[in-house]
């Protein structure tokens, strides 16, 4: 695969397009000339999940940097990743990822549906309000506030603060995709990760002195390192809701376009319209492991130090695995998607986000039946770690 293809205007604008040429050849392919130190992409499904749950491919850890990129540790943005359970494994990833996993346990999950709801009413009302003096950005006043609110509650972060957070998140987001890691990139995600730091910090040291029910006061009581809890506290916190609010645009994009199927869209079928929202526009796209010792991938070698695209986009699309793969179809007999991951490092916010989406999406049309986009959507033309709308400016009309 030519990984210029991937980063080209044709393959961020339109990816299910490369997808279908790499199906074509086979479930997994060499990177042409190891390009930018990948030596394999693996886009068939069954092999992706392979891959993503095998312990001999693992995420870019400090292993990987300390090869790769000598002067990682003089960024606090790539420190700040690094001690976070989102690029370690084994015993320094699964014992962080079990405390924090108490957070997202089926019955509080469950218990959440009520403040869900309630918050998804309230984020309406003020819809309604804004659609008074016109159409509405709904990436910014949806979107975002409706899962940032929920991990803002189970973190224990004040609901006021929420504004400041999102320019920082973007900004550590930005060095993640495969072409970020630019200088002026680096240069905000920095500061970003400083600010952050500094937040959690005086957090944790609030949660110590007078502990809540909630994820600050729950990490600050183990035995973690003052880095790695602050660390996890960011990183959680940022994929917490990341993901969520991509779905949530991605997803009102797709009813838009399919007035037929948003006419079907009902309480009881929407838990199969937001899984199907999730096959077909994941809002994580690619993830990246690499080989510590020389390893293989379906016949292609992967040499010891060098990286591996685990396209979830396209595995998603594996003609393979399911019927009329390019087709939005919510009632499609074979469900199912790796829009979450597999492996160890599943994540652990898929019921959450599933919820959050079934409860948003039926009443944001019951609010608004004739709700419809006022201008083409901006669209972050990335199709590499995470794709989805930066704006989404809705008309907001009623009955």
């Given at each position: 695969?030519?990984?210029?293809?991937?980063?080209?205007e044709e393959g961020r604008v339109d990816p299910p397009a490369l997808y279908a040429r790499l199906h074509r050849e086979g479930v997994a392919v060499p990177v042409d000339g190891g390009a930018q130190?990948?030596?394999v992409a693996v886009h068939g499904f069954d092999a992706v999940a392979?891959?993503?749950?095998?312990?001999?491919?693992?995420?870019?850890?400090?292993?990987?940097?300390?090869?790769?990129?000598?002067?990682?540790?003089?960024?606090?943005?790539?420190?700040?990743l690094r001690d976070s359970m989102f690029?370690?494994?084994?015993?320094?990833h699964d014992g962080v990822r079990q405390i924090i996993g108490r957070a997202f346990t089926a019955r509080r999950v469950g218990a959440l549906e009520h403040a869900v709801t309630d918050l998804t009413e309230r984020l309406l009302d003020r819809l309604a309000q804004l659609a008074a003096d016109g159409p509405v950005e709904f990436m910014g006043e949806f979107a975002y506030l409706l899962p940032s609110s929920v991990m803002a509650e189970l973190l224990g972060v004040p609901q006021e603060d929420l504004a400041w957070f999102r320019p920082r998140v973007l900004a550590i987001g930005a060095i993640l995709e495969l072409d970020g890691a630019n200088w002026r990139n680096m240069v905000r995600a920095d500061t970003a990760a400083r600010e952050l730091s500094a937040y959690f910090t005086d957090?944790?040291?609030?949660?110590?002195?007078?502990?809540?029910?909630?994820l600050v006061s729950l990490l600050a009581a183990t035995d973690l390192g003052d880095d790695a809890l602050v660390a996890n506290l960011i990183t959680t916190f940022n994929a917490g809701f990341v993901t969520t609010?991509?779905?949530?645009?991605?997803?009102?994009?797709?009813?838009?376009?399919?007035?037929?199927?948003?006419?079907e869209l009902?309480?009881?079928?929407v838990g199969s319209y937001v899984d199907e929202m999730l096959r077909f526009e994941p809002p994580v796209q690619i993830l990246v492991r690499y080989a510590p010792e020389d390893a293989e991938i379906e016949g292609v070698p992967c040499p010891a130090g060098q990286a591996v695209l685990v396209m979830i986009g396209a595995a998603n699309r594996d003609p393979a695995r399911f019927t009329d793969p390019d087709a939005f179809?919510?009632?499609?007999?074979?469900?199912?998607?790796l829009s979450f991951g597999f492996g160890p490092h599943y994540c652990l916010g898929a019921a959450l986000s599933r919820l959050e989406g079934q409860v948003a999406f039926p009443a944001l049309f019951d609010r608004f039946p004739k709700l419809a986009l006022a201008q083409q959507p901006g669209t972050v033309a990335k199709p590499l770690i995470l794709r989805g709308h930066d704006t989404l400016t809705v008309a907001c009309h009623g009955g």
């Open positions: 695969m030519d990984l210029n293809a991937l980063l080209s130190g990948f030596a392979q891959v993503l749950k095998d312990p001999r491919f693992r995420q870019l850890d400090a292993a990987y940097l300390d090869l790769h990129t000598p002067q990682w540790r003089r960024h606090p943005a790539l420190r700040v690029f370690t494994d084994g015993p320094a957090l944790v040291g609030k949660r110590r002195s007078e502990p809540r029910d909630d609010t991509h779905l949530l645009g991605n997803g009102l994009t797709m009813l838009l376009e399919r007035p037929h199927l948003r006419a009902n309480p009881h079928n179809d919510p009632a499609r007999p074979d469900p199912g998607s």
